[in-house]
């Protein structure tokens, strides 16, 4: 679906997710692929000047891919964690997206477009599937 994305579409997006998520017999995954797509859709809000995107939901045979398309050529930061936290580090409010993404996700990643725009996935897997 091709939307323009908001500071409350996080909330409806994950409605929608969960909703497939229970048609595929698949909510164990609920809470951590609701997470990484709310960061994902922050992201665009954030960063994405036009705030349009494309989202796409895919059930696998394992789990589920979620994919985020925007027309913002800016490549996302890789997700680092500090080796010792400074104590503003620990109270700011941006920064940690992708490392929120990376953590509850089994896998990520980005892929840049010919024509200047990105998608941002990530995946995530029902354990003992298959």
């Not at 323009?4 to 995954?29: C, E, F, K, N």
């Not at 045979?61 to 010792?84: Q, S």
């Amino acid at each position: 679906m091709n939307i323009t994305v908001g500071d409350h579409s996080a909330r409806h997006l994950r409605r929608i997710l969960r909703r497939y998520l229970t048609s595929w017999s698949m909510t164990v995954l609920a809470d951590a692929a609701e997470l990484a797509l709310t960061e994902l859709v922050a992201n665009v809000v954030r960063h994405v000047p036009s705030r349009h995107c494309q989202v796409l939901l895919l059930a696998r045979e394992n789990g589920i891919r979620v994919e985020i398309t925007d027309d913002c050529p800016k490549l996302p930061a890789p997700p680092t964690r500090p080796a010792t936290p400074l104590p503003d580090s620990e109270l700011a409010e941006s920064g940690r997206g992708l490392l929120i993404v990376a953590s509850v996700a089994d896998r990520w990643g980005v892929l840049p477009h010919l024509w200047g725009g990105k998608t941002v996935w990530f995946e995530c897997d029902v354990r003992g599937a298959g």
